[in-house]
């Protein structure tokens, strides 16, 4: 497909697991984000890779999520240890630009921590 | 404080009514603002893309920016039920890598 394809849709997890989230951005976008929303909030930035390096990495929470882009294509994020607080909406986004330039958002993986 | 403010509503309004939505933030560095638009159970697809302060229209959209009162609007003429979703604002700096979003408002269009 042409957009930002995220994997799962939806992910329902037992308190202190670990979890996974796929993002597969727009082919020829350098720059890739990672958002997480939760219930009637806006989405707030985690993490910005620009190529394979993260760019920005100071909007993750804790020490508990990580997340890797190493081709400089797809991305994944890494949940450890989940708490039921991180239950939320995780969107991923990518751009042509590095500065500035339009984000396009992927559907999104629907966490849910039991 | 949370550097963008945004009325979660909800709003509701008839078919063909005017809708302003809004948002005011504190950080002066902001210089580049969106609108986005997030139907339910979809990522967020952007609407309209501003530079700085003044005005933008397309189509029924209409965005302004006021950045001397930290206030921006966007105003859908001629509202349709398919208009009918969250709209989030979004801001970054000039050098800045993050959109920092507010938190949406969620909009009705009744037929």
């Known amino acids: 497909g042409a957009g930002v394809s995220q994997t799962p849709s939806n992910k329902v997890t037992e308190k202190g697991k670990y979890v996974e989230l796929r993002c597969d951005p727009i082919s020829g976008h350098t720059a890739l984000y990672w958002y997480r929303q939760s219930l009637g909030q806006g989405p707030e930035f985690l993490i910005y890779?620009?190529?394979?390096?993260?760019?920005?990495d100071s909007g993750l929470p804790n020490d508990r999520f990580f997340a890797v882009r190493p081709e400089g294509s797809v991305s994944t994020l890494k949940i450890q240890r989940t708490e039921r607080g991180d239950s939320a909406v995780y969107l991923c986004?990518?751009?042509?630009?590095?500065?500035?330039?339009?984000?396009?958002f992927g559907e999104g993986s629907r966490l849910t921590v039991l | 404080q949370k550097e963008v403010e945004q009325d979660p509503g909800p709003l509701s309004v008839p078919e063909g009514a005017i809708v302003s939505l809004n948002c005011t933030y504190s950080?002066?560095?902001?210089?580049?603002f969106m609108w986005y638009r997030q139907y339910s159970r979809k990522g967020p697809e952007l609407l309209m893309y501003?530079?700085?302060?003044g005005n933008k229209e397309d189509g029924r959209f209409t965005a302004q920016v006021d950045k001397s009162s930290k206030y921006i609007s966007l105003f859908i003429r001629d509202s349709q039920p398919s208009d009918s979703a969250t709209y989030l604002c979004a801001m970054i700096e000039t050098s800045g890598s993050r959109l920092t979003f507010g938190e949406g408002t969620q909009l009705t269009v009744n037929p």
């Open positions: 501003t530079y700085s302060s």
């Open positions: 950080n002066s560095a902001f210089q580049y």
């Open positions: 986004a990518s751009s042509f630009l590095s500065r500035g330039g339009e984000l396009f």
């Open positions: 890779f620009q190529g394979t390096g993260a760019a920005d």
